[in-house]
């Protein structure tokens, strides 16, 4: 009936559970405690927004408290064409705005590029394609009349190996994770799409997220450091390249036992305070759990709109918004501000001129739709124009998955591959789901090739997707497939072939929690290849001498049981391309292209190895997972242990040769322990906050008919509504606090970004093949400093393409947060011991693979 909805309404109903959660400042001998942040900070502050901001004052001073109230709440689950549809002030030419998923692409569409998820992204340690991918999603949705793209995702970070959305950011790198963060946020807006940041902050599994007002919700337990060093560098990020909106959590609800979308701390302190952030926070999809609570915590903007429950039509917001105003609970001031925030972010983004109209339904394919789907209603209108926003597209999504594709073991040089060579092709993963690559709604089952994880953060393929087995058949002559994952006795027959080259596809997939998928609720079950993948790679390896599994995965998987097979000559992971899969992958496969990939992340031998962030998948209430492993995620904590990966993050082979040599550094600027003073704020629009007449929100005649369950900003009894006593949260005030040591710009103190070394070093290519090589900077820390620093950190990298023979001198700068550790006492980013020692840069091809060093010089 709901046609490609149908399984996410029903899905998305069926987890929706409570009524409004009061809003608690927690406070207690809690070591986890999150500290009050009041008053929000108002923006327009900062120079780059500043013109935008003026002109948004000049629309918001005229809008009266329905409509400052309609851009600033959706009109619920359903009932625009979009996953989020803000109420429009049409009086003032302020339209609805169109919100709309998500981070690899647009989600329920057509004439649209799947691009490569993030993590796949992230494998390219290629910042140009990170861009060019971030404008074609940008240009997509612009061409759709989409104003807000739900992406990037950077947030899982990919602590746990088993979360089940780690495959929609790009790696489990803190550094690695700004850069492509900074970059996607670029891309998408220099397309002129405002793009969201998301999801903010530390949602890192799945379980117990507790969106549709669940009672049972993970807590994320962190320090001040390890926030400031790890999960928060991505987000400064996205805000240093000015992005328009951050999406809070419920993925991870609360954060020291707040809750994301009204955690003041989070949302007041340090995004809008202290990293300076200009745009407006969105609630994520039913993220929001209070009215007055999340508005005066720092929240703009809440979606679809709907409270507690999917489609209820009972807001937090829209009407209890008024009412809030009216009662004097929420200062008109913050409304005012959060409006602002909007406004300008639109003009920001030129969103003001020409842009397109919203020319597709989520809701349906067909050409046409009742208006209101939500409300089963309304009059027969065209949805669907199909409009073609692919353009060259198709190219950057086929380089993206191409240079992501990362080798992990060639012996022999089984690889490339010839033409000729007699291809035995084993498992379902290598061809088309049968039933056509879009047929699981939202990408729901793990059958055909790998492309996408699932959930929300999903796109539509094209429906003549070529899938690996296609392309293969395209080049060699000699090939057969067994298209099944089950170890029968066709697996030996065909493995046996005289000399055959054995190809193994298999895979791992996860997504989010409303699909289910072969038992992994979202988050995956174990880390082992699904539908016992080892099996079927140990039963090929028996019988053919030249075994090459090729791999589709969200994530790290188990190989030990394979791995040292005397016949696994090599492995190829190809993470999830998105459309990008068959040619990309023959380019590599046989030998069009040298692989480039490099591992965004650890892969480990056992569980065990990532230290203690399994899935929280038990408890009751308020769930407390402390992040006991602070600074030591991923391949830190492999290092600090001491623990052998399989492979170690940042791994790659190639089919050429390259090396590193001529290590330089130059001393750019003299360390002093604290960055430069920040530069003082600047203007914030100044408005009337006396509060309107309650005649300002009755209804208008002129709606006769009311859609049931549709979120309007309109009181029955507004005349009723008088001021009165608030029990604020503890520690609430109205006079701003001081401007925090450690901001000053978007991004945070402009100092931070000072480039204090310069690093150079020669690469050549000394094989026999052009490929391109990715030299990583390592930073250790100086000896003997009061701060715990992990062994050595990725702060540097670059990509570069060489001919063979070539060489070219790469220079990677070393900023001051790069070499900063943040003092919890001081609320600073200091030079530990004040850079009197020096610092030792490792330039290597790999975490591990450490080819040269050198210490930082003084400056003379
Ligand atoms: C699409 O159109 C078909 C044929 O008219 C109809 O049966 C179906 O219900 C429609 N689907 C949706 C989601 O409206
Ligand atoms: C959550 O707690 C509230 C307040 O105690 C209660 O009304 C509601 O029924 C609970 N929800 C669930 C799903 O247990
Ligand atoms: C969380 O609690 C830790 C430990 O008390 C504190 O240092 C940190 O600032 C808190 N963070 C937030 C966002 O509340
Ligand atoms: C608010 O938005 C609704 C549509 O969601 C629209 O009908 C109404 O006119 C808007 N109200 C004002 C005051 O602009
Ligand atoms: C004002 O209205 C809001 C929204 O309904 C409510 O939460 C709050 O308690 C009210 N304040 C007062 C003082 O009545
Ligand atoms: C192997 O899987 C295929 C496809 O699911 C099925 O047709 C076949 O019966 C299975 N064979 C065995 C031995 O399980
Ligand atoms: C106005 O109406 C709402 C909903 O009917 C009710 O909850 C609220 O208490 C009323 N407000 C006043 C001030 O009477």
């Not at 007041?268 to 407006?280: A, P, S, T, V």
Request: glycine share 10%; aromatic share 10%.
């Amino acid at each position: 009936m709901y046609g490609k909805s149908l399984t996410l309404l029903v899905l998305a109903l069926s987890m929706a559970t409570a009524s409004p959660v009061e809003f608690v400042e927690r406070q207690s001998e809690d070591p986890f405690h999150s500290p009050p942040y009041y008053p929000a900070p108002k923006g327009g502050w900062a120079p780059t927004w500043a013109a935008s901001y003026k002109k948004a004052q000049k629309l918001v001073e005229q809008m009266t408290l329905a409509e400052k109230v309609n851009v600033t709440t959706a009109v619920g689950w359903m009932m625009g064409r979009c996953v989020g549809n803000t109420g429009p002030v049409e009086r003032l030419g302020f339209p609805s705005l169109c919100a709309q998923d998500g981070p690899l692409g647009i989600r329920y569409n057509d004439h649209n590029t799947a691009f490569p998820a993030g993590i796949t992204t992230g494998a390219t340690w290629d910042r140009d394609l990170m861009y060019e991918r971030g404008k074609g999603m940008g240009a997509e949705a612009k061409g759709k009349g989409i104003h807000i793209l739900l992406g990037p995702a950077v947030g899982p970070l990919g602590r746990q190996p088993r979360g089940g959305r780690n495959w929609e950011g790009f790696s489990a790198d803190s550094f690695l994770l700004s850069e492509a963060s900074y970059h996607t946020v670029k891309g998408i807006q220099d397309a002129g799409t405002q793009a969201t940041i998301k999801h903010y902050i530390a949602n890192e599994q799945e379980h117990f997220r507790g969106d549709g007002g669940s009672n049972d919700t993970i807590s994320s337990d962190i320090d001040d450091r390890t926030m400031h060093e790890v999960y928060l560098p991505p987000f400064a990020a996205a805000v240093r390249a000015g992005v328009a909106s951050v999406m809070c959590s419920y993925n991870t609800p609360q954060i020291n036992a707040s809750y994301a979308c009204e955690n003041s701390k989070l949302l007041n302190g340090i995004l809008k305070d202290e990293l300076g952030f200009q745009g407006y926070v969105m609630s994520d999809w039913l993220a929001q759990r209070s009215g007055v609570g999340s508005a005066l915590a720092g929240l703009d903007m809440v979606q679809p709109g709907d409270g507690n429950l999917w489609a209820d039509g009972n807001s937090l917001w829209g009407p209890e918004l008024s009412r809030s105003i009216l009662n004097s609970s929420i200062p008109v001031d913050r409304l005012n501000d959060a409006v602002t925030r909007i406004v300008a972010a639109w003009y920001q983004l030129g969103q003001d001129k020409d842009f397109p109209h919203v020319s597709f339904s989520s809701w349906t394919f067909n050409d046409t739709d009742i208006e209101f789907r939500g409300a089963d209603m309304g009059r027969v209108m065209l949805v669907n124009e199909h409009v073609d926003v692919r353009a060259n597209h198709g190219d950057i999504a086929d380089t993206v998955a191409r240079d992501a594709i990362t080798l992990l073991k060639n012996e022999n040089n089984v690889l490339p591959l010839s033409k000729s060579d007699t291809i035995r092709v084993f498992g379902q993963g290598a061809g088309n789901n049968p039933e056509g690559p879009n047929a699981c709604p939202d990408r729901g089952c793990n059958i055909g090739v790998l492309t996408q994880g699932w959930g929300s953060g999903t796109s539509q393929l094209p429906e003549d997707l070529i899938a690996p087995i296609d392309a293969i058949k395209e080049i060699a002559h000699d090939v057969e497939w067994y298209k099944y994952d089950n170890v029968t006795a066709e697996v030996k027959k065909m493995a046996s072939a005289r000399n055959a080259k054995c190809i193994v596809s298999i895979t791992a997939d996860s997504g989010e929690i409303f699909i289910t998928v072969e038992n992994n609720v979202g988050d995956r079950k174990d880390l082992k290849a699904w539908h016992n993948g080892a099996a079927l790679v140990k039963a090929v390896a028996d019988s053919c001498k030249n075994t090459i599994v090729l791999i589709h995965s969200v994530g790290p998987i188990f190989m030990e049981e394979w791995i040292n097979h005397k016949n696994v000559k090599a492995v190829i992971l190809a993470y999830l391309p998105g459309q990008g899969t068959g040619y990309p992958l023959t380019d590599v496969l046989f030998g069009k292209v040298s692989p480039s990939g490099h591992l965004p992340y650890t892969i480990g031998k056992r569980e065990e190895d990532w230290g203690d962030v399994g899935i929280v998948t038990e408890g009751k209430g308020v769930i407390r997972d402390q992040f006991k492993e602070g600074l030591y995620v991923d391949y830190k904590w492999f290092d600090k242990q001491g623990i052998s990966p399989r492979f170690e993050f940042g791994y790659g082979l190639s089919y050429t040769k390259f090396q590193f040599s001529d290590l330089e550094i130059e001393a750019v600027r003299p360390l002093t322990e604290m960055p430069a003073p920040p530069p003082a704020r600047g203007w914030t629009p100044v408005y009337d906050t006396s509060i309107p007449p309650a005649s300002e929100v009755a209804w208008p005649k002129s709606i006769t008919t009311r859609i049931p369950k549709y979120i309007y900003p309109y009181l029955g009894n507004a005349t009723d509504v008088q001021p009165g006593e608030y029990e604020y949260p503890v520690g609430y005030q109205t006079d701003p606090q001081p401007a925090p040591i450690a901001g000053g710009a978007e991004g945070g103190n402009p100092a931070l970004y000072d480039c204090m070394f310069r690093v150079r070093v020669t690469v050549k290519n000394t094989g026999k093949m052009t490929g391109k090589a990715v030299p990583q900077l390592y930073l250790e820390f100086p000896k003997g400093i009061v701060f715990d620093t992990p062994i050595r950190q990725l702060k540097g990298f670059d990509k570069i393409q060489l001919r063979p023979g070539e060489k070219k001198v790469v220079t990677m700068e070393l900023l001051r947060k790069d070499i900063s550790v943040w003092d919890v006492v001081r609320q600073q980013w200091i030079l530990p011991q004040g850079g009197r020692n020096g610092y030792t840069v490792h330039i290597g091809h790999s975490s591990r693979d450490l080819v040269l060093k050198k210490e930082t010089p003084k400056l003379a």
